[in-house]
């Protein structure tokens, strides 16, 4: 069982509102991801993190930023809410040791009206 | 860029049938990790694969690493209703600390 943790779980927000989505696990990870995911579809990767202060863009364009100033904790900020942010944001972390293995959180379900 | 095929994308089964997906890529993979997702959750591991050939269980879950290390296939036994969801492949190409996911195949099991 991964100990990673996403707050708030579900989230319903006017367009033009800034937000900010928490992430934090406690498995001492350096490499934690962000992924957005349309109910039932594949997941896109959005941004990524190595260590503190290490963060990446992913491999789907995003108007979210990220921020790594401790391990343990990878919030992402949208300033401008809007419609076409309506999504499943997904936070993973890993323990890279030569081969892959991520953990996922329970996600954020988040509604811009 | 690099590419899952995930097959099929969905499967209706009657409870107690077993079940196969396979996930194939033409890029060869260091690592092939097995996920199911239920609606409004995130994604929980199930099986990872480190070696080409190798060959996990975990209950009625098995799972295979391609010899050529380019595909997988997940196979659940005895299907019971709470292995509803949808099951993500997820491939982790050499040198790239990135997982490529597949598109997800989705599961219902008719009691």
């Known amino acids: 069982e991964a100990d990673i943790y996403q707050t708030p779980r579900y989230l319903v927000i006017g367009t033009g509102k800034k937000i900010t989505l928490e992430c934090s696990q406690t498995?001492?990870?350096?490499?934690m991801y962000w992924y957005q995911q349309d109910p039932g579809m594949e997941l896109h990767l959005i941004h990524y993190?190595?260590?503190?202060?290490?963060?990446e863009k992913g491999d789907l364009s995003s108007e979210s930023t990220v921020s790594r100033i401790r391990t343990e904790h990878f919030p992402l900020t949208l300033e401008s809410a809007r419609p076409s942010h309506t999504s499943q944001y997904l936070c993973a972390s890993s323990d890279y040791r030569g081969q892959e293995t991520q953990y996922f959180g329970p996600g954020t379900r988040l509604l811009v009206l | 860029g690099q590419q899952l095929n995930q097959s099929p994308q969905s499967m209706f089964i009657q409870e107690g049938e077993d079940v196969s997906m396979n996930c194939t890529s033409s890029s060869i993979f260091n690592t092939w990790l097995w996920y199911k997702q239920d609606p409004g959750e995130g994604p929980v591991l199930l099986i990872a694969l480190y070696k080409a050939g190798e060959l996990t269980s975990n209950g009625r879950l098995t799972a295979q690493f391609g010899i050529t290390r380019k595909d997988s296939f997940l196979n659940i036994s005895a299907s019971i209703p709470s292995d509803v969801g949808i099951y993500f492949c997820a491939g982790q190409v050499d040198s790239s600390y990135k997982l490529i996911f597949g598109s997800g195949t989705r599961l219902l099991v008719r009691p």
């Open positions: 993190s190595y260590g503190v202060n290490s963060t």
């Open positions: 498995m001492g990870h350096d490499k």
